[in-house]
Protein backbone atom coordinates (compact mmCIF):
# COMPACT_ATOMS: atom_id res chain seq x y z
CA UNK A 1 0.00 0.00 0.00
CA UNK A 2 1.35 3.61 -1.48
CA UNK A 3 0.64 6.79 1.00
CA UNK A 4 -0.20 10.05 -1.11
CA UNK A 5 3.75 11.27 -1.33
CA UNK A 6 4.88 10.62 -5.01
CA UNK A 7 6.78 7.44 -5.67
CA UNK A 8 10.41 9.70 -4.99
CA UNK A 9 9.99 13.38 -3.67
CA UNK A 10 13.86 15.08 -1.61
CA UNK A 11 14.33 14.72 1.65
CA UNK A 12 17.50 15.43 3.82
CA UNK A 13 20.09 12.77 5.05
CA UNK A 14 23.55 13.08 6.07
CA UNK A 15 25.82 11.64 3.44
CA UNK A 16 29.61 11.96 2.55
CA UNK A 17 31.07 11.18 -0.43
CA UNK A 18 34.44 10.54 0.00
CA UNK A 19 37.65 9.41 2.26
CA UNK A 20 38.58 13.33 2.90
CA UNK A 21 35.03 13.99 3.95
CA UNK A 22 35.03 10.68 6.83
CA UNK A 23 35.88 13.21 9.25
CA UNK A 24 33.08 15.72 8.91
CA UNK A 25 31.70 15.55 12.42
CA UNK A 26 34.85 15.52 14.58
CA UNK A 27 36.47 18.15 12.70
CA UNK A 28 35.43 22.06 13.22
CA UNK A 29 36.84 23.07 10.60
CA UNK A 30 34.59 20.29 8.26
CA UNK A 31 31.10 20.75 9.08
CA UNK A 32 27.81 18.29 8.39
CA UNK A 33 26.97 17.85 5.12
CA UNK A 34 23.08 17.88 4.78
CA UNK A 35 21.93 16.68 1.09
CA UNK A 36 18.11 16.76 -0.07
CA UNK A 37 18.36 13.24 -1.71
CA UNK A 38 15.07 11.51 -3.92
CA UNK A 39 13.75 8.91 -1.41
CA UNK A 40 12.53 6.58 -3.84
CA UNK A 41 9.01 4.22 -3.15
CA UNK A 42 10.24 1.32 -0.74
CA UNK A 43 11.25 -1.90 -2.87
CA UNK A 44 8.85 -5.17 -2.87
CA UNK A 45 10.04 -5.92 0.85
CA UNK A 46 11.15 -2.56 2.23
CA UNK A 47 9.31 -0.01 4.15
CA UNK A 48 9.37 3.63 3.80
CA UNK A 49 9.54 5.37 7.11
CA UNK A 50 8.96 9.08 8.52
CA UNK A 51 11.55 9.66 10.68
CA UNK A 52 10.72 11.17 14.16
CA UNK A 53 13.91 10.27 16.42
CA UNK A 54 17.62 8.16 15.95
CA UNK A 55 19.29 6.58 17.92
CA UNK A 56 22.69 7.55 18.20
CA UNK A 57 25.74 4.37 18.55
CA UNK A 58 29.63 4.14 18.72
CA UNK A 59 29.20 1.50 15.57
CA UNK A 60 28.53 4.97 14.09
CA UNK A 61 30.94 6.72 15.09
CA UNK A 62 33.78 3.97 13.97
CA UNK A 63 31.92 3.94 10.81
CA UNK A 64 32.39 7.33 10.24
CA UNK A 65 35.94 7.00 10.97
CA UNK A 66 36.77 4.07 8.78
CA UNK A 67 37.19 1.64 12.04
CA UNK A 68 34.46 -0.36 12.12
CA UNK A 69 33.93 -4.26 11.69
CA UNK A 70 33.31 -3.87 7.51
CA UNK A 71 34.94 -1.39 5.05
CA UNK A 72 32.69 2.02 3.89
CA UNK A 73 31.60 2.01 0.50
CA UNK A 74 31.26 5.51 -0.73
CA UNK A 75 28.83 7.57 -1.25
CA UNK A 76 28.26 6.55 2.60
CA UNK A 77 25.42 7.39 4.49
CA UNK A 78 24.85 6.58 8.64
CA UNK A 79 22.43 5.02 11.13
CA UNK A 80 21.05 1.72 12.31
CA UNK A 81 17.99 2.98 15.27
CA UNK A 82 15.20 4.85 14.07
CA UNK A 83 11.60 5.20 15.10
CA UNK A 84 9.07 6.94 12.92
CA UNK A 85 5.91 5.89 10.80
CA UNK A 86 5.35 4.02 8.03
CA UNK A 87 4.93 5.81 5.14
CA UNK A 88 4.98 3.31 2.18
CA UNK A 89 5.46 -0.40 2.15
CA UNK A 90 6.62 -2.37 -0.92
CA UNK A 91 3.76 -5.08 -2.01
CA UNK A 92 5.37 -8.12 -0.57
CA UNK A 93 5.57 -6.88 3.05
CA UNK A 94 2.99 -7.64 5.45
CA UNK A 95 2.29 -7.00 8.75
CA UNK A 96 2.51 -2.99 8.47
CA UNK A 97 0.60 -0.71 7.05
CA UNK A 98 0.61 3.07 6.68
CA UNK A 99 0.56 5.05 9.49
CA UNK A 100 2.15 2.58 11.89
CA UNK A 101 4.47 3.49 14.46
CA UNK A 102 7.29 1.79 13.98
CA UNK A 103 10.87 1.45 15.13
CA UNK A 104 13.97 -0.03 13.19
CA UNK A 105 16.36 -2.49 14.38
CA UNK A 106 20.34 -2.81 13.48
CA UNK A 107 20.45 -5.90 11.39
CA UNK A 108 22.36 -4.74 8.34
CA UNK A 109 25.34 -3.29 6.58
CA UNK A 110 25.54 0.73 6.56
CA UNK A 111 26.76 -0.06 3.18
CA UNK A 112 22.99 -1.20 2.19
CA UNK A 113 20.49 0.84 4.72
CA UNK A 114 20.94 3.72 7.04
CA UNK A 115 18.68 5.59 9.09
CA UNK A 116 20.21 9.24 9.39
CA UNK A 117 17.50 10.88 7.29
CA UNK A 118 14.15 12.68 7.59
CA UNK A 119 12.66 9.64 5.70
CA UNK A 120 14.36 6.11 5.19
CA UNK A 121 13.94 2.72 3.48
CA UNK A 122 14.28 -0.27 5.78
CA UNK A 123 14.15 -3.80 4.96
CA UNK A 124 11.13 -5.48 6.14
CA UNK A 125 13.01 -7.63 8.49
CA UNK A 126 14.42 -4.59 10.41
CA UNK A 127 11.38 -2.82 11.28
CA UNK A 128 9.31 -3.78 14.18
CA UNK A 129 5.95 -2.13 15.43
CA UNK A 130 6.88 0.43 18.39
CA UNK A 131 6.13 -0.31 22.02
CA UNK A 132 2.94 1.61 22.36
CA UNK A 133 4.03 2.77 26.03
CA UNK A 134 7.75 4.48 24.63
CA UNK A 135 7.89 7.67 22.99
CA UNK A 136 9.47 7.92 19.57
CA UNK A 137 12.81 9.32 21.64
CA UNK A 138 11.97 6.37 23.98
CA UNK A 139 11.87 3.77 21.11
CA UNK A 140 14.64 4.84 19.04
CA UNK A 141 16.98 3.90 21.65
CA UNK A 142 16.15 0.55 23.25
CA UNK A 143 17.01 -2.08 20.19
CA UNK A 144 20.85 -1.81 20.15
CA UNK A 145 20.73 -1.37 23.75
CA UNK A 146 18.75 -4.70 24.87
CA UNK A 147 18.96 -6.50 22.08
CA UNK A 148 23.04 -6.65 21.83
CA UNK A 149 23.31 -7.88 25.43
CA UNK A 150 20.42 -9.83 25.26
CA UNK A 151 22.45 -11.98 22.68
CA UNK A 152 25.15 -12.10 24.80
CA UNK A 153 23.91 -12.81 28.16
CA UNK A 154 20.61 -14.35 27.94
CA UNK A 155 20.72 -15.92 24.42
CA UNK A 156 24.21 -17.83 24.73
CA UNK A 157 25.47 -17.84 28.33
CA UNK A 158 21.92 -18.72 29.49
CA UNK A 159 22.81 -16.38 32.75
CA UNK A 160 20.28 -16.96 35.40
CA UNK A 161 19.95 -16.75 39.17
CA UNK A 162 22.76 -17.44 41.32
CA UNK A 163 25.33 -15.95 38.55
CA UNK A 164 27.52 -12.77 38.53
CA UNK A 165 28.35 -10.59 35.67
CA UNK A 166 30.67 -8.02 35.10
CA UNK A 167 29.73 -5.29 33.36
CA UNK A 168 32.88 -2.73 32.14
CA UNK A 169 32.04 0.92 30.70
CA UNK A 170 28.55 -0.06 32.77
CA UNK A 171 27.15 3.65 32.20
CA UNK A 172 27.04 3.30 28.16
CA UNK A 173 23.35 2.59 27.10
CA UNK A 174 24.22 -0.84 26.41
CA UNK A 175 26.09 -1.60 29.86
CA UNK A 176 23.03 0.00 31.80
CA UNK A 177 21.00 -2.75 29.66
CA UNK A 178 23.14 -5.30 30.54
CA UNK A 179 22.59 -4.30 34.23
CA UNK A 180 18.72 -4.48 33.68
CA UNK A 181 18.88 -7.97 32.14
CA UNK A 182 21.19 -9.08 34.19
CA UNK A 183 18.69 -8.30 36.74
CA UNK A 184 15.91 -9.32 35.01
CA UNK A 185 17.30 -12.80 35.20
CA UNK A 186 17.52 -12.51 38.95
CA UNK A 187 21.84 -12.94 38.30
CA UNK A 188 24.18 -10.23 39.75
CA UNK A 189 25.49 -6.89 37.88
CA UNK A 190 29.15 -5.73 38.56
CA UNK A 191 29.52 -2.14 37.40
CA UNK A 192 33.08 -1.07 36.55
CA UNK A 193 33.65 2.59 36.17
CA UNK A 194 36.72 4.10 35.93
CA UNK A 195 36.60 6.75 38.60
CA UNK A 196 33.66 6.90 41.04
CA UNK A 197 31.88 10.11 39.89
CA UNK A 198 28.94 7.20 38.50
CA UNK A 199 28.66 5.16 41.04
CA UNK A 200 25.45 6.60 42.70
CA UNK A 201 23.99 7.02 39.35
CA UNK A 202 25.07 3.15 38.31
CA UNK A 203 23.62 1.58 41.61
CA UNK A 204 20.37 3.96 41.10
CA UNK A 205 20.14 1.62 37.93
CA UNK A 206 20.20 -1.42 39.48
CA UNK A 207 23.43 -2.39 39.80
CA UNK A 208 24.29 -4.70 42.65
CA UNK A 209 28.16 -3.90 42.95
CA UNK A 210 30.05 -0.98 41.45
CA UNK A 211 33.79 -0.99 40.94
CA UNK A 212 35.87 2.48 40.35
CA UNK A 213 38.73 0.26 38.53
CA UNK A 214 41.33 3.32 39.30
CA UNK A 215 40.97 2.47 43.28
CA UNK A 216 40.86 -1.14 43.25
CA UNK A 217 42.40 -4.53 42.67
CA UNK A 218 39.42 -5.73 40.73
CA UNK A 219 40.56 -9.35 40.56
CA UNK A 220 40.78 -9.10 44.40
CA UNK A 221 37.20 -6.87 44.84
CA UNK A 222 35.26 -9.14 42.47
CA UNK A 223 36.35 -12.54 44.46
CA UNK A 224 35.61 -11.12 47.71
CA UNK A 225 32.26 -10.02 46.41
CA UNK A 226 31.59 -13.64 44.56
CA UNK A 227 33.11 -15.72 47.67
CA UNK A 228 36.27 -16.25 46.14
CA UNK A 229 34.58 -17.81 42.73
CA UNK A 230 34.91 -15.26 40.70
CA UNK A 231 32.15 -13.92 38.30
CA UNK A 232 30.76 -16.54 35.61
CA UNK A 233 30.55 -13.61 32.74
CA UNK A 234 32.57 -10.73 31.55
CA UNK A 235 30.38 -8.52 29.18
CA UNK A 236 33.39 -6.03 27.71
CA UNK A 237 33.22 -3.58 24.77
CA UNK A 238 37.04 -2.20 26.05
CA UNK A 239 39.20 -4.82 25.36
CA UNK A 240 42.73 -2.88 25.72
CA UNK A 241 45.20 -4.00 28.31
CA UNK A 242 43.39 -3.83 31.12
CA UNK A 243 41.47 -6.99 29.22
CA UNK A 244 43.53 -9.51 30.97
CA UNK A 245 42.21 -8.14 34.66
CA UNK A 246 38.60 -8.69 33.62
CA UNK A 247 40.17 -12.28 32.72
CA UNK A 248 41.92 -12.93 36.28
CA UNK A 249 38.29 -11.83 37.78
CA UNK A 250 36.35 -14.69 36.13
CA UNK A 251 35.34 -18.16 37.71
CA UNK A 252 36.79 -21.38 36.52
CA UNK A 253 35.31 -21.85 33.17
CA UNK A 254 33.92 -18.31 33.09
CA UNK A 255 33.85 -16.89 29.85
CA UNK A 256 34.55 -13.29 28.44
CA UNK A 257 32.51 -11.69 25.62
CA UNK A 258 34.27 -9.02 23.52
CA UNK A 259 31.98 -6.80 21.45
CA UNK A 260 33.59 -3.26 21.46
CA UNK A 261 37.33 -1.97 20.78
CA UNK A 262 37.04 1.15 22.69
CA UNK A 263 40.68 0.92 23.64
CA UNK A 264 43.12 1.49 21.00
CA UNK A 265 45.56 -0.34 22.77
CA UNK A 266 46.87 -3.67 21.73
CA UNK A 267 44.39 -6.17 23.95
CA UNK A 268 46.64 -9.26 25.24
CA UNK A 269 45.58 -12.94 26.38
CA UNK A 270 47.05 -14.29 29.21
CA UNK A 271 47.29 -18.16 27.80
CA UNK A 272 48.46 -19.68 30.41
CA UNK A 273 45.64 -18.09 32.68
CA UNK A 274 43.22 -18.77 30.50
CA UNK A 275 44.16 -22.45 29.90
CA UNK A 276 44.54 -22.76 33.99
CA UNK A 277 40.94 -21.64 34.44
CA UNK A 278 39.74 -23.48 31.35
CA UNK A 279 38.55 -19.70 30.01
CA UNK A 280 36.14 -18.85 26.99
CA UNK A 281 36.57 -15.64 24.98
CA UNK A 282 34.08 -14.84 22.73
CA UNK A 283 33.61 -12.16 20.00
CA UNK A 284 29.70 -11.14 19.85
CA UNK A 285 28.04 -8.55 17.82
CA UNK A 286 24.26 -7.26 17.39
CA UNK A 287 23.78 -9.37 14.13
CA UNK A 288 24.01 -13.12 15.44
CA UNK A 289 20.69 -12.23 17.26
CA UNK A 290 19.50 -9.40 15.05
CA UNK A 291 20.14 -11.66 11.88
CA UNK A 292 18.18 -14.52 12.45
CA UNK A 293 14.57 -13.96 12.34
CA UNK A 294 13.78 -16.51 14.73
CA UNK A 295 16.05 -15.30 17.01
CA UNK A 296 15.09 -11.16 16.79
CA UNK A 297 11.77 -12.26 17.47
CA UNK A 298 12.78 -13.51 20.37
CA UNK A 299 14.72 -11.05 21.36
CA UNK A 300 12.15 -8.52 20.96
CA UNK A 301 9.38 -10.51 22.70
CA UNK A 302 12.09 -10.99 25.78
CA UNK A 303 12.52 -7.19 25.53
CA UNK A 304 8.77 -6.66 25.10
CA UNK A 305 7.73 -8.23 28.08
CA UNK A 306 10.71 -7.07 30.38
CA UNK A 307 9.08 -3.32 29.43
CA UNK A 308 5.55 -4.91 30.25
CA UNK A 309 7.05 -5.86 34.03
CA UNK A 310 8.87 -2.72 34.59
CA UNK A 311 11.83 -4.56 34.79
CA UNK A 312 13.29 -2.73 31.50
CA UNK A 313 13.70 0.97 30.68
CA UNK A 314 15.29 3.22 28.36
CA UNK A 315 17.98 5.47 29.81
CA UNK A 316 18.21 8.30 28.17
CA UNK A 317 20.99 10.85 28.62
CA UNK A 318 20.46 13.43 25.91
CA UNK A 319 18.67 14.35 23.04
CA UNK A 320 19.81 16.72 20.42
CA UNK A 321 18.13 17.95 17.02
CA UNK A 322 18.45 16.76 13.77
CA UNK A 323 20.58 20.11 12.72
CA UNK A 324 22.99 19.24 15.72
CA UNK A 325 24.31 16.13 14.36
CA UNK A 326 27.71 16.85 14.76
CA UNK A 327 27.63 17.79 18.19
CA UNK A 328 25.75 14.95 18.78
CA UNK A 329 28.95 12.81 17.51
CA UNK A 330 31.19 15.14 19.69
CA UNK A 331 29.33 14.13 22.64
CA UNK A 332 29.36 10.44 22.49
CA UNK A 333 33.31 10.99 21.20
CA UNK A 334 33.52 11.99 25.03
CA UNK A 335 32.42 9.13 26.68
CA UNK A 336 30.64 11.49 29.34
CA UNK A 337 27.42 9.95 28.38
CA UNK A 338 25.21 8.33 30.86
CA UNK A 339 22.75 6.11 28.99
CA UNK A 340 21.56 6.88 24.97
CA UNK A 341 21.94 10.03 23.09
CA UNK A 342 19.11 10.64 20.79
CA UNK A 343 18.52 13.18 17.70
CA UNK A 344 15.14 13.94 16.92
CA UNK A 345 13.90 14.70 13.62
Known amino acids: MQASRPAAYALRSLLWSD ?15 FYDRDVP ?12 AIGIN ?12 EPVKFPAGLGYEAAGIVDAVGKDVEGFVVGDSVNVVPSFSMNDYTTYGEVIIAPH ?15 ASIWMMFVTPYGALIEDAKVTQGDFVIIPAASSS ?14 TAIALTRTPEKRGKLRDAGAAHVLATDEVDLAEEVKRITGGKGARVVFDPVGGSTFPKLLAALSFQGTAYI ?7 VTP ?9 MLTVKAHNIWLTSGDKARQ ?11 AAGALRPIIDRVFKFDEMAEAHRYLEKNAQFGKIVVTV
Open 19 to 33: CAGIQWISRVANPPR
Open 41 to 52: APGATEVRIQVK
Open 58 to 69: RAESMWRNDAYI
Open 125 to 139: YAVVKQPPSLSFIEA
Open 174 to 187: VGLAAIQLTNYVGA
Open 259 to 265: YGALSKE
Open 269 to 277: LPLLEMIAK
Open 297 to 307: KAAVDFVLKGF
